[in-house]
């Protein structure tokens, strides 16, 4: 998966070559946006896709878990929405939905690129790793339901960092950033 990941990158540095080429300023910010979208949503499709497979086991020997391990499996999908939030809001701050696109200078744009990468790193790592420990929250249900409330703290923490990723990003496009 790791690997898929790195290929994917190296398509998107391509693109962002001929972005940068093309648009300037502009196409670095918007290769910043599709990075931060991008990796969310691969790290959130590992996470959910591991939390899944045990879900899965889990429920086929007991259906009466499903709903207690379904939360635990959709927690890493929220990498991904932070991811696009902040593809969305880099757009809104270039002019995409409304008034006219701005043309920011390479400086900028790379401002703009720097600034997506705390929310595409830590989702992609975290969304991963939150996976990991909804796999285990999931077996700790699997035999001990009761828990189920303790089981989701775990994965919970992890997605502390994933928040503060897209806070950085937010922060930094919103407020370090001028056109």
């Known amino acids: 998966m790791l690997a ?3 290929f994917l990158m190296i398509g998107i540095s391509f693109v962002g070559i001929a972005l940068v080429n093309t648009l300037g300023g502009l196409g670095l910010a918007v290769l910043g946006a599709a990075t931060a979208a991008v990796l969310g949503g691969i790290g959130s499709s590992m996470g959910v896709g591991m939390a899944g497979e045990a879900a899965a086991g889990v429920t086929s020997e007991d259906p009466e878990k499903f709903g207690k391990v379904l939360l635990l499996q959709a927690l890493p999908g929220t990498q991904g929405i932070y991811g696009l939030l902040s593809a969305f809001i880099v757009m809104f701050k270039l002019g995409f ?8 200078t390479m400086e900028q744009g790379w401002q703009v690129f720097f600034s997506c990468l705390p929310v595409a790193v830590t989702c992609l790592l975290s969304g991963y790793y939150q996976g990991r420990a909804a ?22 923490m992890v997605e502390t960092y994933a928040v503060l990723g897209l806070l950085s990003t937010i922060l930094l496009v ?3 950033i001028n056109f």
């Open 97 to 104: 939905f409304g008034g006219g696109i701005v043309s920011p």
């Open 174 to 176: 919103m407020l370090g």
């Open 4 to 6: 898929a990941s790195v």
């Open 135 to 156: 796999v285990a929250s999931i077996n700790l249900v699997a035999k001990r339901p009761e828990e189920s409330g303790r089981a989701l703290i775990f994965p919970a």
